[in-house]
């Protein structure tokens, strides 16, 4: 069993900033691919960005330019910078490891 505790949701005001964590642990006999999703109200989850083992990254573009993703492959955490919050960015942010586990979700909300 994989568990993916997230954390660092919260209220912004448009322009803010916000960083969220996620820590994977259980049985994971390797940690390939980690990224975070979102879903906003009414709409389909969609991809926000991700980071393989090696470094490589890849980010949706709404958000390039102001999100950054990283990961401690020795705590099995990856992190999500936000900055220059959008209202848009509205929405349940949730963990993935290996395109397999997801995380609970944590609500990130930008007041304009």
């Known amino acids: 069993q994989v568990q993916l505790v997230e954390s660092g949701g919260g209220l912004v005001q448009a322009g803010g900033s916000l960083r969220l964590s996620c820590a994977a642990s259980g049985r994971i006999f390797s940690i390939i691919t980690m990224g975070w999703y979102r879903q906003a109200p009414g709409k389909q989850r969609e991809l926000v960005a991700t980071?393989?083992?090696?470094?490589?990254?890849t980010y949706a573009d709404s958000v390039k330019g102001r999100f950054t993703i990283s990961r401690d492959n020795a705590k099995n955490t990856v992190y999500l910078q936000m900055n220059s919050l959008k209202p848009e960015d509205t929405g349940v942010y949730y963990c993935?490891?290996?395109?397999?586990?997801w995380g609970q979700g944590t609500q990130v909300t930008v007041s304009s």
């Open positions: 993935n490891v290996n395109e397999a586990y």
């Open positions: 980071i393989v083992s090696g470094g490589s990254t």
